[in-house]
């Protein structure tokens, strides 16, 4: 399944957006969080418990939403991974409500937290991750690629879209997300800042063109 367009579009997409620095994190008190061309991050268990938090609550929502949801759980004290299950339901569910469908996330959040704990700082398998309720590929990716620097490429809406665009796969063909992840992931060398980059990019050309 080669295809040298792969590449391509990602010299394209940096060229004209450059790095994105994604995913944003609240302990960077510069550039909103984002960190361009820094690949250490994230640095603690706690950021790692952040970006996945930030995972499961972009579901089905814009980054700007969840953005403010992020504020509220840091302002009662609940994106901490140690005192989130003792916080009341209540807060978490006000806290949350920014992101939309704060009842089933508020359960996926503490269905994950009690998974993240028992981890013990040891990086999950995607098997595992899928098995918690609430998590599904795109999530469990995204948490795999950007709060543990594993090379596995997320795969969206944005993504299939520009597949779509540039003619790698066609409209009418019922393709899913395995298989538009491994076009990608085929296609690239295994390098978890690439796939880090190239995603971000995916999404915010998306964004733009979508506005």
Not at 38 to 45: A, D, G, I, S
Not at 103 to 113: I, P, S, W
Request: charged share 25%.
């Amino acid at each position: 399944m080669k295809n040298k367009l792969i590449s391509k579009l990602y010299s394209t997409l940096y060229e004209e957006y450059g790095p994105q620095g994604w995913w944003p994190l609240s302990t960077i008190k510069t550039n909103n969080g984002y960190h361009p061309n820094n690949y250490k991050y994230p640095v603690t268990n706690q950021e790692r418990f952040e970006i996945c938090v930030g995972a499961i609550l972009t579901q089905n929502t814009s980054w700007k939403n969840v953005e403010k949801a992020i504020t509220n759980l840091k302002e009662i004290n609940a994106l901490c991974m140690l005192y989130f299950l003792d916080t009341l339901e209540v807060k978490i569910k006000k806290a949350i409500r920014p992101a939309g469908y704060f009842n089933q996330k508020y359960k996926k959040l503490v269905a994950f937290t009690k998974f993240f704990l028992s981890l013990k700082k040891r990086t999950p398998i995607r098997e595992e991750l899928l098995g918690i309720w609430g998590i599904g590929p795109e999530t469990a990716d995204s948490i795999l690629l950007y709060a543990y620097n594993q090379p596995i490429f997320v795969v969206d809406a944005y993504t299939r879209k520009l597949l779509l665009k540039n003619k790698i796969i066609k409209e009418k063909e019922k393709v899913s997300y395995d298989y538009i992840q491994k076009i990608f992931m085929d296609n690239l060398k295994r390098d978890y800042k690439l796939y880090q980059e190239y995603y971000a990019l995916i999404v915010v050309t998306g964004k733009v063109k979508n506005k």
